[in-house]
């Protein structure tokens, strides 16, 4: 019983956090100057302006789909699982990095229970990650990870990046 409390204590914070992604508060400008700055959903991101074109496809295996990623408003968005799950444009949290940026991003489908877990690097004018889908069905749960790589083909508003 004590671990199985243990859980339960870890867990506590869970509902708190999800509503905090899901008002979207949790989005994180440019670590330079104050420590974390918070910006809200449709607020301006770091990023905002970026856009890239390249592939994606299961982690580990030839990447064989076309996509786009937008960043734009302060929100992230594949406009391939836009097209084929309707997954919308979410908030997304940057930091800068030495090389260039890092970001995440927790996209959900609106009509299944299945999320995408953004997770990138920007580096000169790339951007390479992994997007872990996830689809919670009544007994079990499905879990893949996809890797993207991308070109810029825009540059972001101002010029930075």
């Not at 506590?12 to 999800?18: I, S, T, Y």
């Not at 104050?34 to 295996?61: H, S, V, Y």
Request: proline content about 6%; some cysteine.
């Amino acid at each position: 019983m004590a671990n199985s409390r243990t859980l339960i204590q870890r867990l506590a914070w869970l509902p708190v956090l999800l509503i905090l992604m899901g008002g979207g508060i949790f989005l994180r400008a440019d670590s330079a100057g104050p420590e974390t700055a918070f910006l809200p959903a449709t607020g301006q991101g770091p990023l905002d302006g970026m856009i890239f074109t390249g592939m994606l496809g299961p982690d580990g295996q030839p990447k064989d789909v076309e996509d786009t990623f937008v960043f734009a408003a302060g929100n992230f968005l594949s406009k391939e699982c836009e097209l084929r799950c309707d997954y919308p444009a979410k908030p997304y949290a940057a930091e800068r990095t030495d090389t260039g940026w890092q970001f995440e991003s927790l996209t959900k489908c609106p009509y299944k229970d299945a999320t995408i877990h953004w997770r990138g690097t920007i580096v000169d004018d790339t951007v390479t990650g992994i997007a872990t889908w996830t689809m919670k069905r009544w007994y079990w749960t499905i879990e893949r990870d996809f890797a993207f790589e991308a070109q810029r083909v825009t540059q972001p508003a101002g010029g930075e990046g």
